[in-house]
Each structure stands twice: as C-alpha cells, then as structure tokens.
C-alpha cells in the first residue's frame, strides 16, 4: 500500500503565493515519475506538472513561468511552488506518483 500525504493548500489573494508538499510512503520499490494535478469546479482534472527521477520536468502552459516543481528523492517528497497566483488556479490539487497513487487532494483558492 502507497500513501501520499499533501499539504500547504490554502487562501491566497491573487498575486500570492503558495507551496505545496507531497510525501510518498509505503510500499513503493521505485519512485519514477512525481507530479501534481488539478481540478477546478465543473471541470475535468488536468495536469499541472511533473518530474521524473532525473530531473526532467514538463508544465502545463497556464503555468509556466510561475510554477516550479521539485522533489528530495530521499524523503520521496515533491514540492510545487506557486507564484503570481491566478484566480483560474482555483481548484483541488492533487498528488501522483508513478501515473499510479494519488494523494487526497488539498484546496487551493485565489481570491481576486
């Protein structure tokens, strides 16, 4: 069993900033691919960005330019910078490891 505790949701005001964590642990006999999703109200989850083992990254573009993703492959955490919050960015942010586990979700909300 994989568990993916997230954390660092919260209220912004448009322009803010916000960083969220996620820590994977259980049985994971390797940690390939980690990224975070979102879903906003009414709409389909969609991809926000991700980071393989090696470094490589890849980010949706709404958000390039102001999100950054990283990961401690020795705590099995990856992190999500936000900055220059959008209202848009509205929405349940949730963990993935290996395109397999997801995380609970944590609500990130930008007041304009």
């Known amino acids: 069993q994989v568990q993916l505790v997230e954390s660092g949701g919260g209220l912004v005001q448009a322009g803010g900033s916000l960083r969220l964590s996620c820590a994977a642990s259980?049985?994971?006999?390797?940690?390939?691919?980690m990224g975070w999703y979102r879903q906003a109200p009414g709409k389909q989850r969609e991809l926000v960005a991700t980071i393989v083992s090696g470094g490589s990254t890849t980010y949706a573009d709404s958000v390039k330019g102001r999100f950054t993703i990283s990961r401690d492959n020795a705590k099995n955490t990856v992190y999500l910078q936000m900055n220059s919050l959008k209202p848009e960015d509205t929405g349940v942010y949730y963990c993935?490891?290996?395109?397999?586990?997801w995380g609970q979700g944590t609500q990130v909300t930008v007041s304009s």
């Open positions: 259980g049985r994971i006999f390797s940690i390939i691919t």
């Open positions: 993935n490891v290996n395109e397999a586990y």
